[in-house]
């Protein structure tokens, strides 16, 4: 069974950039949760989508959109990008029902 | 507001108890979690109590929850030099999927 991976690992870009991260979830996992974790601190809920459909979104700006596709996986895509958008990005997946969510291994971002 | 609270730091000593601590805030949340996460990588699962227990064992892991005053602990039995991590805790709010997570408590286990 493979678990939930991420896409790409490191990144650095501009502020004012654009940028989109991907998630894999894992094998039979419908939903899919994105978090965002600031050095030092923990995760913070962005958004979950299930069934390709947002399901709930957390204090986070609509320049923060996702997309989750057919085969479950799903992309974090980040407008204009700000200084403080430089963190952990992390993806947790979990199957239909339960509350267990299996986080990615994360991408970290930096914006200079 | 939406503040799990932990201590951050707790330091012992290879073979003995460690107890990391957290107070959330829903009364109703219907699950709780303790993560672990190594420096550099993702979260990993490593137990969670449902809302109408108050103890679940699995192995070394001892998780105790109060819901009367909304407390939630982990203990860890023979703590080894592998278990030094950053330990989070983290609820799910009735009628949610999303999790709240604590700020995290710095484990370190001397030698």
């Known amino acids: 069974e493979t678990g939930v991976t991420q896409s790409p690992t490191h990144l650095i870009k501009t502020r004012g950039q654009q940028v989109t991260l991907r998630c894999s979830s894992q094998s039979g996992h419908n939903t899919v949760s994105w978090y965002q974790q600031a050095l030092g601190q923990g995760p913070q809920f962005i958004f979950q989508y299930y069934r390709e459909e947002e399901n709930g979104r957390g204090n986070f700006p609509p320049r923060f ?20 958008d430089s963190a952990l990005y992390l993806c947790a997946s979990q199957g239909q029902g339960s509350y267990e969510q299996y986080f990615g291994p994360g991408t970290r971002l930096t914006v200079t | 507001g939406e503040d799990v609270e932990q201590s951050l730091f707790l330091s012992v000593r290879e073979g003995d ?3 990391i601590n957290c107070t959330y805030t829903d009364s109703s949340s219907t699950y709780l979690y303790w993560y672990k996460q190594e420096p ?4 990993q699962l490593l137990t969670y109590i449902f809302s109408n227990m108050d103890m679940k ?55």
């Open chain 2, 57 to 111: 064992q699995d192995q070394r892991l001892t998780v105790l929850l109060n819901k009367k005053d909304k407390h939630l602990s982990l203990r860890i039995a023979d703590t080894q030099t592998g278990d030094s991590a950053i330990y989070f805790c983290a609820e799910t709010p009735p009628g949610t999927y999303k999790y709240i997570f604590g700020t995290g408590t710095r484990l370190k286990v001397l030698a």
């Open chain 2, 17 to 19: 108890s460690s107890v």
């Open chain 2, 40 to 43: 550099g990588a993702g979260l």
């Open chain 1, 65 to 84: 959109s996702g997309l989750q596709f057919p085969n479950y996986s799903s992309e974090l895509n980040v407008n204009a990008l700000e200084l403080d």
